[in-house]
């Protein structure tokens, strides 16, 4: 047996990155840290910085000049009392004027470096990010099929927003907020100790209860973020699955239920988002009190020094000056350190989506499509197929053989396999055994954007994206003129509703006036695949009923569509299956009956009974679903 038929469940598509995406949420949640996640994490982060170094590094030097010239102000000022002042008393102005001219210098200087750093850093958080997004979205949108069926609905949103968003805040805040908060505090610490050694030593002491202080919150505020941010995801998740299922919310009158879910959800976010305020309130009142407790503790101390003849009076007050400095930011490091680790997770949760396995795989060696006098061969060689290494085959074992021109109808119960098979065609899926080839190339042998050319795919409900009805049109064939577009649409019957739409082709599809009904979205999917002409056509035939006239139009248009060009078929009407050349019935991933729909129908087979029961239920007047 060729290696390639032989069961390689190694090539499955695993359960694929989506458990990690939970994984990565649990880690959020303060699971223990997992080394794997961490060095995704950094690595993402060396890849993003990597580009900005210089800049970096002179944001840093911009940060630190900042913060020399800030330092440099009390001790002028600490100058002007001790000398300036009692020479002025004296009726000599110039040292008062040079210290005053001297501290107004470098005030300027500290605002001038200031806004060049905030302009800087705020400038180089924007490249980041937008560098981000779109390598994550140009990322997400190439996973596998497989990644984006597994994963929780709205998780991939939620790593392109929410994640997104929190890598933003710390950037937005994080450079300021960390340069010139770290800088500041070593700083002033050190010119304190380098003033007044008793005084600094009081100032350091009183960094015991402020490291308590600090970290009681950093859990505190570890924990309440964890709530929130499981709140949020139930919420943005929730959201997305209501909107995206808005129709069968309206039908089932589901509006006030879901309303209910939203609020309590919303109730839960309210919650965690009080605690985690009183626990930042708690912080800031904290730390404030040890604040002025040192300040306080120096006024008190610097009396007595002062009166001991330790100290002058214009070195309290830089003293008292510098007390400021320090704790200013140490609210600001906090927040920080919060948005940090929320900016940590949501980069960890990126950087897994980075490493989710490819799945369906780039051949390194693509070989064209054969030039073949009649193109359109598909043959199914022994395929096996399961979702997840753990869930049963879905097809096993299945071999099929489909001519150049034919049309196929595959008619089945639910469940029976029928959208595996058509995702395994057009390759959105590879086989677990077994292989797939169309007019002799094995379908993981052909390069992407041939194969994407060569089998085309029509989903149920035809997706339209927001543009003209041009460019949907010319969805496969982006160069197509406007005559090849105009000429698809005439060749199935679209022209005509196409032309009577307010601005005609160039019509918006998402604005009002232009929205299309089922059967005209149909049409022009039809369109679509006339103009890009592939050699494989798989529809998923649509189940929506259109009324009559439509669902004629749309008929007419597939027997054009279908004229010349092998297509399989997922029949959901009987209708649809009269006028395919052949039927294939699959039951449990096997095909148990195959041939002309007339034979069959004839015959006493399954499809036979599907036939009848069709005929009697419907005294063949209208269509109906063939597997129910
Ligand atoms: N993304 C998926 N992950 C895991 N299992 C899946 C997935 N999609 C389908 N299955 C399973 O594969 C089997 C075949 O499903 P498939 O959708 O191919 O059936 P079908 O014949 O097209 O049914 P229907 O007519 O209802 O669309 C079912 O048992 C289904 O539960």
Sequence with gaps: MP????????????????????????????????????????????TLLAPERRRLTRAVGLALLENVCALVTPLLIAAAIDRGVPAAADGRWGPLTAYAALALTAGTATATLRYGFLRYSGNIAQTLLFRLRCRTFAHAVRLPLSYHEA?????????????VESVEEVLEMGLDGLFSALFSMVGTVAVMLWLDLPMAAVVLALFIPLYLLTRWFRDRSRRAYRRTRGATERIVQHTGETYNGIRAV???????????????MDATY???????????????????????LSLALLLALGAFRIASGHLEAGALTAFLLYVHRLYDPIDELASFANAFSAASAGLER???????????????????????????????????FRYTAASPHVLAGLDLDLAPAE?????GTTGAGKSTLAKLLARLYDPTGGRITLDGADLREVADAELRSGVC???????????????????????ATREDIVAAAEAVGAHGFISALPEGYDSDVHKRGAGLSAGQRQLVALARVMLSAPRVLILDEATS??????????????????????ALIIAHSLTTAAIADRVLVLENGVVVEDGPPAVLAAGDGPFAGLYRGWLSATDGRTHHPAHH
Excluded: W
């Design 457 to 479: 795919m029509v989903t149920q409900e035809p997706f339209l994206f927001s543009g003209s009805v041009a460019d949907n049109i010319a969805l496969g064939r982006p160069d």
């Design 407 to 411: 049309t196929v109808a595959l008619v």
């Design 3 to 46: 290696e390639d038929r032989q069961e390689n469940d190694t090539a499955a598509p695993r359960p694929s990155g989506a458990p990690d995406v939970d994984r990565a949420a649990d880690e959020a949640d303060g699971r223990p840290d997992d080394r794997r996640l961490r060095e995704r994490r950094n690595q993402l982060l060396r």
């Design 350 to 384: 990126i950087g897994v989506l980075f490493h989710a396995p490819d799945t369906l795989p780039e051949p390194a060696d693509p070989r064209p499509l054969p030039a073949v006098a009649a193109p359109g061969r598909v043959r199914f060689e022994d395929v096996r």
């Design 250 to 264: 309206q039908a089932f009158r589901k509006e006030g239920e879901n309303t209910a879910r939203l609020r309590e």
């Design 151 to 163: 994963a929780p609905s709205g998780s991939v949103v939620a790593r392109l927003s929410s994640d």
């Design 545 to 566: 009923s259109m009324d009559a006239p439509t669902e004629r139009a749309v008929h007419t248009a597939l027997h054009r569509v279908l004229a010349g060009r092998t």
């Design 270 to 292: 309210a919650t965690a988002r009080a605690a985690s305020g009183r626990v930042s309130a708690f912080f800031s009142g904290g730390v404030k009190l040890i604040g002025n």
